[in-house]
């Protein structure tokens, strides 16, 4: 769960205020302690990650995207060799999505992908 900043300030204030240990702000605020040793540390969150996706080469994901339109996401990660996690957020990266679209009156559906269009 995220706080706001201002309840994280004022928590450590009453904290430091009231000399409580992380244990009695825990039983006070109803905040896990693990959360409160974080903010003693840096009481604003995190915003942005320290570094970028770096190991799914966007290329090559495009081109397997193009190759085998219906595969699943675990037959993309093994050819790539990667998790399947990290192929479902590269695709979202590449903004790629399913659209299931009738494929015959018997309303079965086949997966066709979507890459955006380039501009």
Do not use: C
Not at 54 to 82: C, H, P, S, W
Request: aromatic share 8%; proline share 6%; glycine share 4%.
């Amino acid at each position: 769960m995220t706080y706001p900043i201002s309840f994280r300030r004022k928590v450590l204030s009453v904290r430091e205020k009231e000399n409580l240990s992380i244990a009695q702000v825990d039983k006070h605020f109803g905040v896990g302690m693990a959360s409160v040793m974080r903010w003693i540390k840096t009481p604003d969150p995190k915003t942005t990650r320290n570094k970028p996706a770096t190991k799914i080469d966007r290329e090559m994901l495009a081109q397997d995207v193009k190759n085998y339109l219906d595969a699943y996401q675990y037959e993309r990660a093994k050819r790539l060799g990667v998790s399947t996690q990290g192929i479902n957020h590269a695709l979202k990266r590449l903004g790629v999505t399913y659209k299931k679209k009738p494929a015959s009156p018997q309303s079965q559906r086949r997966r066709v992908a979507y890459l955006p269009a380039k501009n």
